[in-house]
T-cell receptor
Framework: AQTVTQSQPEMSVQEAETVTLSCTYD???????LFWYKQPPSRQMILVIR??????QNATENRFSVNFQKAAKSFSLKISDSQLGDTAMYFC??????????FGEGTQLTVNP | NAGVTQTPKFQVLKTGQSMTLQCAQD?????MYWYRQDPGMGLRLIYY???????DKGEVPNGYNVSRLNKREFSLRLESAAPSQTSVYFC???????????FGPGTRLLVL
């Protein structure tokens, strides 16, 4: 069975600074996909970034980037130049070709002015 | 293009009552999903439908039924609501061959 672990229930960062959210996962599969979703107070789930396991290059989307360490089964999210609108719950998620998403417990990020 | 829509946004039920949560997507996606989200936990899959006419159990299916009415719509039914089903329910959809699921805004359900 696949598991996803986010060991930081809460984090805070000052506006304009950089923060890194951690995620580890466990799987015996070799082909899989990793995601970070953001859930603001509106509760909607919004895709932030995704990474294919077969790609060695780390994914980047504007201020969001990942550090994907396949051997260590680690998938951290770096947010640069943090903005107040980044305040949200962030979920790491994992999917194999079998189509099911497995989510971590979430990290509540607060960006302080 | 509204994406994934869910109704209602919020509902209060008494124990034993039944209700249906509605989900629709206008992106011509093949797969649709129902999740529940409880405090301190990530989303857990209740049921999913890989294509029109098929449904499969997820991680926590007990107490729920689903119907894939057509390609656009995927409903979740609680036949006899229990307080343990108090949660936020999310519907999601995905295009076949693509990796990303797109989520609706959620339905907050309170069972007293």
């Amino acid at each position: 069975a696949q598991t996803v672990t986010q060991s930081q229930p809460e984090m805070s960062v000052q506006e304009a600074e950089t923060v890194t959210l951690s995620c580890t996962y466990d799987t015996s599969e070799s082909n899989y996909y990793l995601f970070w979703y953001k859930q603001p107070p509106s509760r909607q789930m919004i895709l932030v970034i995704r990474q294919e396991a077969y790609k060695q290059q780390n994914a980047t989307e504007n201020r969001f980037s990942v550090n994907f360490q396949k051997a260590a089964k680690s998938f951290s999210l770096k947010i640069s130049d943090s903005q107040l609108g980044d305040t949200a719950m962030y979920f790491c998620a994992f999917r194999t070709s079998g189509s099911r998403l497995t989510f971590g417990e979430g990290t509540q990020l607060t960006v302080n002015p | 293009n509204a994406g994934v829509t869910q109704t209602p946004k919020f509902q209060v039920l008494k124990t034993g009552q039944s209700m249906t949560l509605q989900c629709a997507q206008d992106m011509n996606h093949n797969s649709m999903y129902w999740y529940r989200q409880d405090p301190g936990m990530g989303l857990r899959l209740i049921y999913y439908s890989a294509s029109e006419g098929t449904t499969d159990k997820g991680e926590v299916p007990n107490g729920y039924n689903v119907s894939r009415l057509n390609k656009r719509e995927f409903s979740l039914r609680l036949e006899s609501a229990a307080p343990s089903q108090t949660s936020v329910y999310f519907c999601a959809s995905r295009r076949r061959g693509r990796k990303t699921q797109y989520f609706g805004p959620g339905t907050r359900l309170l069972v007293l």
